[in-house]
């Protein structure tokens, strides 16, 4: 074994894979990878020779790392901010409640300053991210519906730009996973099957699209929708619209904001009863103000105001984002919804990391993926994070 590689055994745990819970077991990883897992009885005890660092977990979850595709920022400080010292002010915030792997998500903005977050993400990037990884970019927007703003800036939106999106992706290859726009303008299809064809997933979001719309851009390559239910057309019995789309399309993947706020619990176990195909995930949305308190604040240029918790524009009425974080989510769907231990891990770490196409090496605990772990006690509360096997201390 090469002494270089950190070698740590973590012993009484209860671990969540994908299809069990292993009571009281252990899991040994080595530098970055989970080499191996197993019941304690059949621990290997050269293992406890091995182990450079042995943790009792005293029956503890043990739970794959939260990724989380849809956040704006944290702890004071938002992506748009586009500078080293706001990309780990987030990271750090949200990597303490649990988010291992996040994408960097904008607002919709003037062309020149989504060119600087891609930038700034690109260049801490190819530096060492010593708390939650950035795997890469989530642009929302602006190529959205002005019907259906939400929280987003209409000084900005615009119809789909082709050239944009070229030059991005030309310049940082590879960079921007996620795309938010509404299928039903002028330019959107095409720009959607060719961004599909690059693996860049491709959401709906922000829009007033039909039923048939929506199913016509499925066709094209869309597979994602974020924060079901808000900002798009909503259910009727006689027009479906967006959310009787994404409720009923399988290919789409559906975001889910658990704060009690944005989606009512029934609204939820809706979801959960017909999204059964590892296409639910847990977002946070969250903005600068997470971990704040109440307070005066800004989203994408516009005065937010938090309550009791709760971001909303100054009407008081349009929620921006949220205040939310993984694990605060994660409870929220345990305690309040009902739903159990294994089904939430899912939503919160393997659902998103396939929709991102690396459930290979992440959002799950097997031995040979990487070591993006989560200890969690009984009343779920963070114990401890490891990032790439690491043992972070926030």
């Known amino acids: 074994m090469n002494s270089r ?27 970055d990878i989970i080499q191996e897992t197993g019941p304690m009885q059949e621990l290997d005890p050269q293992l406890l020779q091995l182990a450079e660092e042995i943790i009792d977990a005293g029956g503890f979850w043990l739970l794959p ?9 944290g702890d004071g400080h938002d992506f748009m901010d586009a500078s080293a010292e706001a990309l780990e002010g987030i990271t750090r915030f949200h990597g303490s409640h649990g988010t291992t792997t996040m994408l960097a998500t904008t607002t919709t903005a003037p062309q020149e300053e989504l060119a600087k977050v891609l930038q700034s993400v690109h260049s801490f990037r190819n ?9 890469g970019v ?10 259906y703003p939400g929280a987003q800036n209409p000084a900005y939106i615009v119809a789909p730009r082709q050239q944009w999106i070229d030059d991005w992706t030309r310049q940082y290859p590879g960079l921007i996973r996620l795309l938010t726009l509404a299928p039903e303008r002028e330019g959107a299809l095409p ?24 199913r ?25 619209g967006v959310v009787g789309a994404v409720l009923t399309e399988d290919a789409i993947g559906a975001e889910m904001i658990a704060d009690g706020r944005h989606i009512h619990p029934a609204c939820i176990r809706l979801l959960m009863q017909v999204k059964r195909n590892d296409n639910l995930m847990l977002v946070t949305d969250a903005i600068s103000a997470a971990g704040l ?22 009407d008081g009425r349009t929620l921006a984002g949220s205040t939310l974080t993984m694990i605060d989510a994660f409870r929220f769907m345990v305690n309040t919804i009902g739903a159990s231990v294994p ?19 992440t959002g799950s605990i097997a031995p040979g993926k990487q070591a993006d772990l989560l200890l969690v006690s009984p009343e779920l509360s963070i114990d401890k994070v490891w990032v790439k096997g690491s043992l972070v201390l926030f």
């Open 293 to 314: 308190g109440d307070g005066d604040y800004r989203f994408g240029g516009l005065e937010v105001t938090v309550r009791n918790g709760a971001a909303t524009l100054k």
């Open 65 to 73: 790392g939260f990724i989380d595709v849809h956040v704006h920022g």
């Open 138 to 147: 989530h642009l929302e927007g602006p190529f959205i519906s002005p019907a």
């Open 191 to 214: 720009l959607i099957e060719k961004l599909s064809g690059q693996g860049i997933v491709v959401a709906c979001g922000h829009t007033d699209a039909t039923y048939a719309q929506i």
């Open 343 to 361: 089904e939430v891990s899912r939503m919160a770490s393997h659902n998103p990391a396939k929709a991102l196409g690396i459930a290979d090496r």
């Open 216 to 240: 016509e851009a499925v066709r094209h390559g869309l597979r994602h929708a974020v924060h079901t239910f808000n900002a798009m057309k909503g259910l009727h019995h006689r027009e479906p």
């Open 127 to 135: 530096k060492q991210m010593p708390y939650a990884q950035l795997e």
């Open 5 to 31: 590689i950190k070698t740590t055994l973590i012993l009484h745990a209860n671990i969540v894979t994908l299809d069990r819970v292993l009571a009281q077991g252990y899991a040994f990883l080595q530098g």
